[in-house]
């Protein structure tokens, strides 16, 4: 014999009340066969297969498909170039703030420092007239020499780096021009014998 505990809740006045009702079959009922899951009604399978079809892609689908495709590279290139450029673009609107920050809280004498070497590099600016070479050299020559006059420790430091620049660049050029010249005006026949060599 099996009881069944179930646990029933009443209606809405009596919500918060909850009762245990026991159930147990009769003694005098005779045994009925137990009835499996897959005979009820509510738990039968239907019979066959199902199968998926997918549904015919209409035109507007493909053309958005084919567009799609068709932008795949571009788009790629875009997200590559802007993760790329996105840390350059925040360092430099950092600079512009840092910059707007220090001329806000400017040294004392610092802006008629400024205007002196400005003012320099007008002067080269109208000395430089009648040649383009002149025009790139003048005017940052004078420049640099007028803020080296206000700012001596930093010109000697700026000119150790430039001059370790420029003779790194200096060297890699005659490494350049000597490939070049080798390689165009050497040629394995034109060498000529040297005097110990028959």
Same mark, same amino acid.
């Given at each position: 014999m099996f009881k069944v505990i179930q646990r029933s809740v009443g209606p809405a006045s009596l919500s918060l009340l909850t009762f245990k009702v026991y159930a147990a079959p009769k003694?005098?009922?005779? +045994?009925?066969? %137990?009835?499996?899951?897959?005979e009820l009604s509510l738990y039968s399978v239907p019979e066959? *297969?199902?199968?998926?079809?997918?549904?015919?892609?209409?035109q507007l689908e493909e053309s958005i498909s084919h567009l799609r495709h068709y932008c795949e590279p571009y788009t790629t290139w875009c997200q590559e170039t802007y993760s790329?450029?996105?840390?350059?673009?925040?360092?430099?609107? *950092?600079?512009?703030?840092?910059? #707007?920050?220090?001329?806000?809280?400017?040294?004392?004498?610092?802006?008629?420092?400024?205007?002196?070497?400005?003012?320099?590099?007008l002067i080269?600016?109208?000395?430089?007239?009648? %040649?383009k070479i002149k025009k790139l050299v003048y005017p940052p020559g004078f420049m640099?020499?007028?803020?080296?006059? #206000?700012? +001596?420790?930093?010109?000697i430091v700026f000119a150790q780096v430039s001059g370790e620049r420029l003779y790194d660049w200096g060297l890699r050029g005659y490494i350049v021009i000597?490939?070049?010249?080798k390689e165009n005006f050497q040629k394995p026949g034109?060498?000529?014998?040297?005097?110990g060599t028959k």
């Open positions: 003694k005098d009922s005779p +045994p009925k066969n %137990s009835v499996k899951v897959d066959g *297969q199902s199968k998926y079809v997918e549904e015919a892609r209409s790329q450029t996105k840390p350059k673009m925040q360092n430099l609107v *950092q600079w512009g703030l840092d910059s #707007y920050d220090y001329l806000q809280n400017a040294p004392p004498g610092f802006f008629p420092r400024l205007g002196v070497i400005g003012f320099a590099g080269g600016l109208l000395l430089a007239r009648g %040649s640099g020499l007028a803020a080296s006059l #206000y700012y +001596p420790q930093q010109a000597e490939d070049l010249w034109n060498v000529k014998n040297s005097p």
